[in-house]
């Protein structure tokens, strides 16, 4: 899905933890007119450096059910067919719940209309990097320190960017959405063809969630337009997938209860490759006669001598890794450039828009009295 990135936290909600959701990308508005980009090399080139493993893509509905060309009533009984094939859930229970399922134009708006434009970084940043932002995040970990310390101990995950997710998502839990999600995906896998594979998908999943969460009420969640819900706006996939109970009390309740809240972020970090102390980007020196480069990807497979010698490489006493991608940024005062590593990417699994990744790091670093580089 392509959602407006530069809206309000919601905007961010499927992406959030859909991997297959992509936001838009943010390309420079005006890039200046000097050396053609050159484009980076396919990832099995040779020099570059292994992708970090990702877990199986989740599964997506078949035609039967999604094809817009047959009938609606046909589509559904595909899809009762397919949910309780999959997942072993009452077909009658599912139809049960579909005949309250409602239409809602106001979705099949929020997720068609065109993001008015992609914000600059020098724009997108003060969104979440903001005297209000910063201080709800520090109140939000003094609050909370004992239960996020535990998590980190445990995961490797710093608090401050389980912090960082719930503040940009739903501003530390008080915008976590209006739409009934059961609404949400069933809008979206039945009137929205171009993603309704991946919708209907998560529609079918969250019947499984049910199933296997028995305290969810498919009648009853809130969530997002596009169907994410809770604290750190989790799909109904990847809560199935990467939620953890995080107090033993027999339940991954995401909505607002808060040790698996941040057992489950935190999770889902190191599912998609966080490695425990690694850095996350570092502030980036172009020479003079660097050319432009794109990467293809946000993957961190370029080695940095290979960067270096394409006139890319971190300033002084930022920190180093292996392997990085490059991004380029317009930010407050001209270009600005990052080389991202392998956490960086890691927080792109959550939302896939570099910005996005790079404000929950520059709003973790605040948190924690790092200050925001």
Known sequence: MRLPVILVPLAFALAACATGATAPPPTAANPPPSPAVSTAPAASAEGLLPKIPQPPERPVAPPSVTDPAIPLPQRIDAFVDYTAQAYGVDPQAIRAALAQAEYKQSIIDAISRPAEKVRPWRDYRPIFMNDARIAGGKAFYADNRVALDRITA???????????????????GKITGNYRVLDALYTLAFWHP???????????????????????????????????MGMGQFMPSSYRNWAKDGDGDG?????????????????????????????????????????????????????????????????PGEPTAEGATLLSLDGEAGKEYWLGYGNFYVITRYNHSPMYALAVHQLAQAIGGNGAP
């Open 154 to 172: 445990s995961t490797g995950v710093p608090a401050q960017y389980i912090v960082a997710i719930i503040g940009v998502e739903t501003s530390y």
């Open 194 to 228: 171009k993603r309704a594979p991946f919708f209907a998908g998560e529609l079918a999943q969250l019947f499984a969630l049910a199933k296997e969460e028995p305290q969810l009420d498919v009648l009853a969640l809130k969530g997002s337009y596009a169907g994410a």
């Open 251 to 315: 339940r991954r309740d995401l909505l607002d209860h808060k040790p698996d809240v941040f057992a489950s972020i935190a999770n889902y970090f190191v599912v998609h490759g966080w490695q425990r102390g690694g850095p996350v980007v570092a502030r980036a020196t172009r020479g003079a006669q660097a050319a432009d480069f794109a990467p293809e990807g946000l993957d961190p497979v370029y080695p940095l001598p290979m960067l270096a010698a394409r006139g890319y490489a971190p300033q």
